[in-house]
């Protein structure tokens, strides 16, 4: 077990007093609070700010964890707890009475035994919560994201889900639960949406119902189409002939490839609606959407400059900036 | 094995899976951070995200030592910005398809 340094984890020096503890802990709170953060690994770093400032906001546990400081332990050095430390000694686990979900470091625990007042328990779904624990606990909810290709999300397949649950049981022991699922992904579904598996999650503890399994889908990014809704869209580019004299332009979709008709003197930025060939809908399916995009030759060919020339004398009259005056 | 999907809560189901009392729902409620289908507790209905929007705002409140309306407006405006960044990346995928050749 590595000893931990709690006044690095809040950013204070060792001599800060109550106030400037409180006020680095609450900073670091707001920046790391799991329900709030976009920083990577906020829930962990969340819980290690909440377990520092648990000692280093309590005079009587900042005092120990000093004393022990001084013992010459450094942060990452492995540590043991001298022998006849009172800390741990106090009874330890006692089930039923400490916070089996206070998922406080071993280090903490060794110093601590059960004593913590859990500030920053319960994340990740862990069930229950503060002063709702009982002996017979459901078990936790459990939250993932399901990455979904559209490929997937069309072919109607059973997609499998594989996660670990980590909760404690009844003596309050820690345990990791692998768990894997095939999971039907709804017709209809939408990015963002959160499907929720009941009874999926971590199993209760003594004889209580199981936790549910929440997947919230996350439509991956396709190189060809866009999402909106249930429709899909497509960007379609053209040779300024093609859209100028209309064409027959084959263009994929999730499932095959289809047949499209360019009107003639098409746009940029037109859209042409394929019905039905988006993605699938509880009633009905979302909609493929060509968005026409003209583009010109990369590079000039001979001859080039006189045909252009020509189409210039024809439109003398068409002014694309009249707008502008 | 497939499982089976369940997007609605009554009330009590609310209550148990997010751990809280029931007048803790009805503080929620009350403050509109939940819009329940319903005219009265024993009939409202909630939808699936409703379970985590509950352990969210009671995490924020006790974790960060702020009132319901700190807490839902913490929330609120995280989520605002959670869509506006989807929105954004969103756009910008589009708008890169439109202008690389």
Redesign the interface.
């Known amino acids: 077990m590595e000893f931990k340094d709690y006044y690095a984890t809040l950013g204070v020096p060792e001599d800060a007093d109550a106030k400037a503890i409180k006020s680095a802990y609450?900073k670091l709170?707001?920046k790391y609070?799991p329900?709030?953060s976009r920083e990577d690994d906020a829930e962990a770093k969340?819980k290690e700010v909440?377990e520092a400032y648990e000692v280093l906001g309590d005079a009587e546990k900042r005092a120990e964890y000093d004393q022990l400081r001084r013992y010459g332990n450094r942060a990452g050095e492995q540590f043991e707890p001298p022998p006849g430390w009172h800390g741990a000694g106090d009874g330890g686990f006692q089930a039923g009475e400490t916070h089996f979900e206070g998922d406080f470091s071993d280090f903490f625990e060794s110093l601590f035994g059960g004593r913590g007042q859990r500030?920053?328990g319960?994340?990740g779904?862990a069930?229950?919560?503060?002063g709702?624990e009982r002996r017979a606990r459901?078990g936790q909810?459990v939250?993932l994201e399901l990455p979904l290709f559209l490929e997937e999300v069309v072919s109607g397949q059973?997609k499998q889900v594989r996660f670990t649950i980590a909760q404690h049981d009844a003596l309050g022991r820690r345990e990791e639960t692998e768990k894997s699922?095939?999971?039907?992904i709804?017709k209809g579904v939408v990015d963002?949406e959160?499907?929720?598996?009941?009874?999926?999650g971590g199993a209760g503890v003594d004889g209580a119902e199981s936790g549910?399994?929440?997947l919230k889908v996350r439509f991956a990014?396709h190189p060809r189409f866009?999402v909106d809704g249930l429709d899909l869209?497509l960007?379609v580019?053209l040779a300024p002939w093609e859209a100028a004299l209309g064409a027959r332009v084959e263009v994929p979709t999730l499932t095959g490839r289809l047949q499209l008709t360019i009107p003639p003197n098409s746009q940029t930025g037109a859209r042409l609606r394929i019905k039905g060939k988006g993605l699938p809908g509880r009633s009905a399916d979302g909609d493929l959407y060509a968005?026409l995009?003209v583009?010109m030759p990369?590079r000039p060919a001979e001859g080039d400059e006189a045909l252009w020339r020509g189409l210039a004398e024809h439109h003398a009259g068409f002014h694309p900036r009249s707008q502008w005056s | 094995m497939s499982a089976i999907t369940v997007n609605t809560f009554d009330f009590d189901e609310l209550c148990s899976h997010a751990g809280v009392t029931g007048d803790i729902v009805v503080t929620i409620v009350e403050h509109g951070i939940l819009a329940p289908s319903g005219h009265e507790p024993r009939q409202w209905r909630f939808d699936v995200n409703a379970v985590l929007v509950v352990k969210r705002v009671v995490r924020l409140r006790r974790d960060l030592d702020l009132d319901w309306q700190g807490a839902a407006l913490a929330l609120e405006l995280f989520d605002e910005n959670q869509r506006l960044r989807a929105e954004n990346a969103y756009l910008r995928r589009r708008l890169e398809r439109f202008i690389d050749v």
């Open positions: 609450r709170a707001r609070h329900d709030v969340f909440g500030r920053g319960s994340h779904f069930g229950g919560g503060h709702f459901r909810d939250e059973p699922l095939n999971v039907r709804p963002g959160r499907i929720r598996l009941k009874g999926q549910d399994l929440y990014p866009d869209i960007t580019p968005l995009k583009v990369p």
